[in-house]
């Protein structure tokens, strides 16, 4: 790949639900310190191929997977790798803002509590520090005490985003992270992903074209489970060499 | 509707309404500070603090305890195994069971169990037995409200890194602590106002337990034995106790109520 390092790298992902196929035989390079955008009409595999990254997928739930994936160089489904130690590596921001049933200041406290920091001066600052990273100080620093769901979704998606940086990880996954949100909002956690990914990979799904165009340097077509065309952005979008895509890019299917 | 609320607020004046006049003449302040004089059982003088304190202390030691054994039950169902799991399935069929249970054979196997060991009738052995009869109403009441906690609040916790430890207990007891609260309480409840389980296991004192070894009173018993009497003064006695329990469980109602209010501030709607 011209110009990009990998950071993840899937090898011949299967994910089927009994004999259903969900994820055909992805292979794909997800390149360090870019926005990577995945494409593709619903229904089509783009949650779980963004879980099965940070295996979130539920083998109780009948989903087996199959295949490689790479993150810095360690198979995360290798059998002798720790599922935290992996989880750790990824923030995750879902449809609809999570926030953890505690205080704000708590819910960004969260990730390094477990992790072993205990005193009280390292966590107010390691709070403030990723408060601003996702650029909600301002409006929350004189109440951190009150409980998250009192903010508005727009800023628990922010707090969502902090509290996953506060975790430490390399790679920020969003799962369509602004649907819920209204515009203004949209544009605010759009805007905080573009100023990341100087220090994060960042790994983004979207149903929202313009919003890919707006944001991605990297994107990767999904239909039906597989991965139709994938490639540095502006050549995707205006140069798509799979009928399916330009059909998908001109609105044909969605 | 109109028709509903009036027969069970009916009900509900109508029974507090008798217990109250019935026991009116009775109830005063020795009833509730002073233990039983003048007759074994059947004491016209005195009070029941043997029996308020025995059915407190004995309620409250079987709750802590089903409390102990059903969280980790509940949360183990509900955080470790699948949601389509077979054994899950299983133990909540059991409890179903085990709730439908009436408390006479709870008591029944609970004598049978002391014997086994050999414990005689004491506060302890009620313990365990009102234990045993908490137990399936507590973990089922904890289970409807745990089973409700969303799949992406948890896998929020595990994309932290937590594990299923730390996510049970900071996470799904913290999102569900107003309806813990709840089945603790419903529980409690339901232990202090159980008379068959504690008749041969708990037995019956005239004094304040002090030992776990020692036999002990309870206000059900009491006003089972009390209105068994065939005198008209301790008839209506056992209607004061009745009253005074009666108060003691509305008392518990009003405080979950409020504790309920105070935690549900972080829950995730
Ligand atoms: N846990 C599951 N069990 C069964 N089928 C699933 C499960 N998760 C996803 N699927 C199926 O996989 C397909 C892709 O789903 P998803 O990844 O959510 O698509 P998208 O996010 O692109 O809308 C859907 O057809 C869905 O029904
Ligand atoms: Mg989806």
């Not at chain 1, 100087?198 to 707006?214: C, E, F, M, W």
Request: glycine share 8%; charged share 20%; hydrophobic share 45%.
């Amino acid at each position: 790949m011209e110009g990009f390092r990998t950071h993840i790298s899937i090898q011949n992902l299967n994910v089927n639900h009994g004999s259903r196929r969900i994820l055909k035989d992805i292979t794909l390079d997800i390149p360090d310190r870019r926005i990577t955008v995945i494409v593709g009409p619903s229904g089509c595999g783009k949650t779980t191929l963004l879980k099965s990254l940070n295996r979130l997928l539920d083998p109780s739930e009948g989903l087996r997977v199959h295949g490689r994936i790479l993150v810095d160089g360690e198979n995360i489904y290798s059998p002798d790798v720790e599922v935290t130690h992996i989880r750790r590596k990824m923030g995750l921001l879902s449809q609809k803002p999570q926030v953890l049933p505690m205080s704000i200041f708590d819910n960004v406290a969260f990730a390094p509590r477990i992790h072993g920091l205990r005193e009280k001066k390292t966590l107010a600052r390691t709070v403030e520090h990723y408060l601003k990273l996702a650029g909600l100080w301002e409006e929350v620093k004189d109440r951190l005490a009150t409980p998250a769901s009192e903010l508005s979704v727009g800023q628990q998606q922010r707090l969502c985003l902090a509290r996953g940086l506060a975790a430490e990880p390399g790679i920020i996954l969003g799962d369509e992270p602004t649907s819920a949100l209204d515009p203004q909002s949209s544009k605010h956690v759009e805007q905080r992903l573009i100023d990341l990914k100087s220090d994060y990979t960042v790994v983004v799904v979207t149903h929202i074209l313009r919003q890919a165009k707006r944001i991605a340097d990297y994107i990767v077509f999904l239909y039906l489970g597989e991965v139709v065309e994938h490639g540095p952005a502006e050549k995707v979008f205006e140069r798509p060499r799979d009928p399916r895509t330009r059909a998908y890019l001109t609105g044909e299917i969605s | 509707m109109g028709l509903a609320l009036f027969l069970v607020v009916g009900c509900l004046v109508f029974i507090v309404g008798t217990i109250v006049w019935k026991g009116l003449p009775a109830l005063k302040l020795s009833m509730i500070f002073q233990t039983p004089k003048g007759g074994f059982y059947l004491g016209k003088e005195g009070g029941i603090l043997n029996a308020i304190l025995g059915s407190l202390a004995l309620a409250g030691g079987a709750t802590l305890l089903a409390l102990l054994v059903s969280l980790p039950i509940v949360l183990y169902l509900n955080v470790y195994t699948g949601r389509r799991s077979r054994t899950a399935g299983f133990i909540r069929f059991s409890f179903d069971v085990l709730w439908g249970v009436p408390s006479i054979v709870y008591g029944a196997f609970g004598f049978l169990l002391m014997v086994f060991i050999g414990l005689r009738t004491s506060l302890l052995a009620g313990i365990l037995t009102v234990a045993l009869l908490e137990l399936p109403i507590m973990s089922r009441a904890m289970d409807e409200v745990v089973r409700l906690v969303p799949r992406d609040l948890t896998d929020a916790a595990y994309s932290l890194g937590a594990t299923r430890l730390e996510t049970a207990f900071r996470v799904v007891v913290r999102q569900t602590l107003p309806g813990i609260l709840t089945a603790v309480l419903i529980a409690f409840g339901r232990g202090i106002g159980d008379a068959a389980s504690v008749l041969f296991t708990a037995g019956f004192t005239d004094r304040v337990p002090t030992s776990l070894l020692q036999p002990a009173a309870t206000l059900p018993l009491a006003i089972f034995f009390q209105l068994g009497t065939p005198f008209a003064e301790v008839r209506e006695r056992a209607y004061a106790s009745a009253a005074v329990l009666t108060v003691l469980i509305l008392a518990i109602s009003l405080i979950s109520r409020a504790a309920v209010r105070k935690y549900s501030r972080h829950t995730i709607r």
